[in-house]
């Protein structure tokens, strides 16, 4: 099976402009997770979609958003982007419960 | 809530042997290991159900006490290529519709020649 893909994998963007991420699961995985991951920090949970519901939230302002669709597929929205959204945003995906496949993130720059 | 990994750090030598810790203070179901070398992604590398003991590949296995919601991961004979970050990835609240999945924090790993 293929692996877990993210779309674009580099990113720069000027303050106060607005993202979208784009990640596709493996495929037959109804679970896709989103972290964030700035250079030496561990994994920060954005959020999780699960059969196109937001099963579970990290501790991030209403500025990161997402959604799943009807294929699984996830995108990640953040808006008015600040200096420090610069970071990985790694997504990772699972069958339903269990371990997590990581996509190979995107690296997002904000000047 | 997130789980606490221990050691933050270790610095062994090739050859040498480590053991990261993993401590959450919820009911677990299950505990996975990740690796994560320098500028990837992490890497899935085993999974821990209740009551099991799990080797990995290489020489890294791991155990899993859910008594103490602990769980450890034992490199063995360390190579150069077990240099990373760890992470324990920890399951709760299956089948009662609050589940979670979450991350330790994550514990960095250096093999020296």
């Known amino acids: 099976k293929a692996g877990v893909t993210q779309t674009p994998r580099y990113l720069i963007k000027t303050r106060g402009q607005q993202v979208t991420l784009s990640c596709s699961p493996i495929?037959?995985?109804?679970?896709v997770s989103w972290y964030q991951q700035t250079p030496g920090q561990g994994l920060q949970f954005l959020f999780e979609y699960f059969s196109e519901t937001q099963r579970n939230k990290g501790n991030f302002p209403g500025r990161f958003s997402g959604r799943q669709f009807s294929n699984s597929r996830s995108e990640m929205n953040v808006s008015t982007l600040e200096l420090g959204d610069s970071a990985l945003y790694l997504c990772?995906?699972?069958?339903?419960?269990?371990?997590?496949?990581f996509g190979p993130g995107t690296r997002l720059l904000v000047l | 809530q997130q789980p606490v990994q221990s050691p933050q750090a270790v610095i062994l030598r090739e050859g040498e042997d480590a053991v990261i810790n993993c401590s959450s203070s919820?009911?677990?179901?299950?505990v996975h290991w990740y690796r994560q070398k320098h500028g990837e992604a992490p890497i899935f590398l085993m999974i821990l159900l209740k009551g099991g003991e799990q080797k990995g590949h290489d020489k890294i296995s791991a155990s899993f006490n859910e008594k103490k919601q602990q769980s450890s991961l034992y490199l063995t004979a360390s190579q150069l290529s077990y240099s990373g970050t760890y992470f324990c990835g920890t399951e709760t609240g299956m089948g009662s519709g609050t589940y979670k999945y979450i991350f330790g924090t994550g514990t960095r790993l250096k093999v020296l020649a």
């Open positions: 495929s037959g995985h109804r679970s």
């Open positions: 990772a995906s699972s069958e339903a419960t269990g371990p997590q496949y």
């Open positions: 919820k009911a677990l179901y299950s």
